[in-house]
């Protein structure tokens, strides 16, 4: 008859010292992947913001042609104002009235040398700002 052998101390698994070894591994590895991942998150938010300012400015454009002026505000875009009776909307949803971040647009007519200013200001909601808090415009 054989007799079973006791598991060695390295059979019986990982000690407490190689675990914390490899949570601070792995935490150092995220402190360096971390703020990279969420600096390329900014960078597509802003890309959004621009494409949505473009997708608005396109809308804006629409009911000028239809009705002859650019709206006064834009929520014209979706319920039609009193007086409009070539209004032929809605040109855009409520969704399509906040930028990237959820914030209203700055709507502007007549513009500064255009005939209209459409702003979104950034992930701060703020006049001015670098990254992700810039302000973007048509």
């Known amino acids: 008859m054989q007799h079973a052998h006791p598991p060695s101390r390295r059979q ?4 407490i010292l190689e675990i ?3 949570f601070i591994l ?3 590895i995220m402190a360096f992947v971390g703020p990279k991942i969420f600096e390329q998150m900014g960078r597509a938010k802003s890309s959004e913001a621009k494409i949505r300012i473009q997708q608005l400015v396109g809308q804006i454009e629409m009911y000028k042609l ?3 002026r650019y709206p006064d505000t834009l ?3 979706v319920k039609q104002p009193p007086g409009t009776d070539k209004w032929n909307g809605p040109y855009a949803k409520d969704d399509d009235l ?3 971040w959820g914030n209203d647009y700055r709507y502007a ?3 500064q040398g255009k005939a209209f200013d459409l702003i979104s200001l950034g992930a701060d909601g703020k006049d001015g700002g670098e990254g992700e ?3 973007v415009s048509n």
């Not at 019986?12 to 000690?15: I, P």
């Open 98 to 100: 906040k930028d990237a």
């Open 26 to 28: 792995l935490a150092g």
């Open 133 to 135: 808090n810039r302000d």
């Open 109 to 111: 007519i007549p513009g």
């Open 12 to 15: 019986r698994g990982f000690t």
């Open 20 to 22: 914390v070894i490899v």
């Open 66 to 68: 239809e009705v002859g």
């Open 75 to 77: 929520q014209a875009l």
